[in-house]
């Protein structure tokens, strides 16, 4: 069977040609979770968490997501982050 035109235009997904830098994809990808990190900092402070707790949960929280995966690199990172991120109350 030939194929036409217009079969090459609904295949066309199958191909993609994007150009994809794996070191830029992974550097976005942990800049992302640490921004995220950042949110779930501020959310848990708003909500009157002490830092001890939202290093505990949020760790609990990240060790979840990447079960299946193992831990990702900015995952030592995370008391850093917080500590950076959370401003005591006054």
């Not at 994809?20 to 009157?48: A, C, G, H, S």
């Not at 990240?62 to 850093?80: H, M, Q, S, V």
Request: aromatic share 14%.
């Amino acid at each position: 069977m030939k194929k036409s035109s217009k079969d090459s235009f609904f295949l066309s997904y199958m191909k993609p040609n994007i150009n994809v830098n794996p070191k830029e994809e992974k550097e976005k990808f942990t800049n992302m979770y640490i921004e995220e990190i950042k949110r779930r900092t501020k959310i848990f402070q708003e909500l009157n968490y002490d830092r001890r707790h939202i290093k505990k949960r949020i760790k609990q929280n990240i060790r979840w997501e990447f079960e299946l995966l193992g831990l990702p690199e900015f995952y030592n990172l995370i008391d850093k982050i917080i500590d950076q991120t959370y401003t005591p109350k006054r």
